[in-house]
């Protein structure tokens, strides 16, 4: 199969609403664009542009139906998951792409401006440090260590009544136990990815007040 294909047909069974009209070609050409920077820089593990289309761009919109409206931060977005994705498919969402690391932020400006993607920024820096002007109603990421750690280092990005969003892959149990109180609701969805056969979560936090 390939990757348009399997693109095409995750995104009939994901079925997302309002999908734009170029929102094929674009995330194709952030599969592209990914699998040409990470045969020189290592953005990710994942190499086989059919992979990245399941563990990539398919994994990141199986949030869409669980996140909140609002201007959106990516922690830790390396490769640009899930923040692209959600930027190509909600182009009027607000996406800011943060890392701390200059060659995947090198990336990560090189995709905005190749996908043409007006909705979406990139800051680069630790997120501990970052003090934004505007904050955010959407916290997320994919990969940052433990729902404590991402607790501890996000929760000052949130706007009042804003999320923290995170990505795991099996149910985080222990993780959970280790969460300290401060968060007046907390949910976790599983995820159903087409054409990946393992197991996904999102968890979501809202703080009991805004940093």
């Given amino acids: 199969m390939t990757p348009q294909a399997a693109l095409e047909r995750g995104l009939g069974e ?42 990539h761009v398919l994994d990141s919109l199986a949030t869409l139906p669980h996140l909140p409206p609002g201007r959106l931060a990516d922690v830790g977005s390396g490769g640009g998951s899930p923040g692209i994705p959600i930027a190509i498919a909600q182009p009027e969402r607000a996406v800011t792409l ?9 990336f990560l400006r090189q995709a905005v401006l190749e996908l043409k993607l007006v909705n979406a920024e990139v800051h680069a820096g630790r997120v501990e440090s970052w003090r934004p002007v505007e904050r955010y109603q959407v916290v997320i990421s994919r990969a940052f260590g433990s729902l404590a750690q991402f607790l501890a280092a996000c ?17 985080p149990s222990r993780e959970l136990t280790q969460v300290q109180g401060g968060m007046r609701r907390c949910a976790v969805h599983r995820l159903r990815v087409p054409l990946l056969n393992a197991e996904r979560h999102l968890v979501l936090f809202t703080p009991g007040s805004a940093a």
């Fill in 155 to 171: 929760r000052h990005l949130l706007a009042p009544g804003g999320c923290l969003a995170a990505m795991k892959g099996t149910f």
């Fill in 98 to 106: 943060n890392d701390a690391s200059l060659k995947k932020t090198a």
């Fill in 14 to 55: 994901l079925a997302p609403s309002r999908m734009p009209g170029h929102a094929v070609e674009r995330l194709l050409g952030y599969v592209e664009l990914l699998a040409r920077w990470n045969r020189v820089h290592n953005l990710t593990a994942i190499r086989d542009p059919f992979r990245m289309v399941s563990h």
